[in-house]
């Protein structure tokens, strides 16, 4: 297991989040900013350069992401990073299963976003922290043989760095032209491959490129043999990039001449 270090994170974290100023995406540009053709390593024992932001692959459908000024963001949060007492700024959440959300979450938290619609409707989350912007795209999951929860999954987007970075949660269908425009142009995207629990592998495939990310980032895969599929219908359109550790920086000037599929392997944070 790669042990995180998360002292300067801490340190960085006492800066006011507000203070820092966050790099503009291009979310809702109409082209993309043509990038160079490399992603920086992540050296998870060292701080986060500027202009940068750093995804940890957790376990099943969470990351941890950080900031330079020590904002950080934990994804379908489910009551625990591991071995840990770091508490995220911000934790989102799903409840299409209970692996992708806590009725309890640590009350040191100070924002949690749950994804899924209540008693007033879907949720809509525009939260602003300086460095970072979180705000969600309501979709709708299954319910029973043939049924439908209306809003009850969301997709969460992170700009920060110049960068728009999505996690797709728990994806039962493939977005609406609505839901594409509310999106964005994504440069980063977490993608469910298990091809069941969530969107089956030809839309999800279908859904990533017409995404268009610069990389992709699976997640929520069951084994190697549903991975394997997922890759292998990504390669005619997408370099594939396998990876022995868990964690990546990324940065906009540094995004892959080709969109590539770069895969993490998990592991819990660990002080």
């Known amino acids: 297991m790669i042990r995180l270090d998360l002292a300067a994170a801490l340190i960085l974290s006492a800066l006011p989040a507000a203070a820092q100023d966050r790099i503009p995406s291009h979310c809702h540009a109409f082209a993309a900013t043509p990038g160079v053709e490399y992603l920086h390593r992540a050296s998870l024992t060292t701080p986060i350069a500027t202009d940068h932001v750093r995804l940890h692959y957790v376990y099943h459908s969470m990351f941890w992401l950080g900031t330079p000024g020590g904002v950080t963001v934990a994804t379908d949060y489910t009551g625990s990073l591991g071995a840990t007492d770091h508490v995220p700024t911000v934790v989102t959440m799903n409840n299409a299963h209970s692996t992708h959300w806590t009725a309890s979450p640590d009350p040191r938290i100070p924002h949690v976003l749950p994804g899924w619609a209540d008693g007033d409707g879907p949720m809509d989350h525009y939260l602003d922290l300086g460095e970072i912007l979180v705000r969600n795209v309501p979709t709708d999951v299954r319910a029973g043989i043939g049924g439908v929860r209306a809003a009850g999954n969301s997709i969460f987007v992170f ?9 797709l949660g728990h994806l039962h269908h493939e977005p609406s032209d609505e839901q594409y425009i509310a999106l964005g142009r994504m440069d980063v995207v977490m993608a469910p491959v298990d091809g069941g629990m969530t969107l089956d592998l030809p839309t999800m495939i279908a859904t990533l490129k017409r995404l268009r990310a610069q990389v992709v980032i699976p997640m929520h895969w069951f084994g190697q043999s549903s991975l394997d599929r997922f890759l292998a219908g990504m390669s005619d359109d997408f ?5 022995e550790g868990s964690a990546i920086d990324l940065s906009r ?15 819990f944070l660990n002080d």
């Not at 370099?239 to 990876?243: K, L, Q």
């Open 159 to 167: 700009e920060a760095a110049g960068l728009c970075i999505g996690h």
């Open 239 to 243: 370099a594939i990039d396998r990876r």
């Open 253 to 267: 000037a540094a995004l892959p001449g080709r969109p590539t599929v770069v895969v993490l392997q998990p592991s």
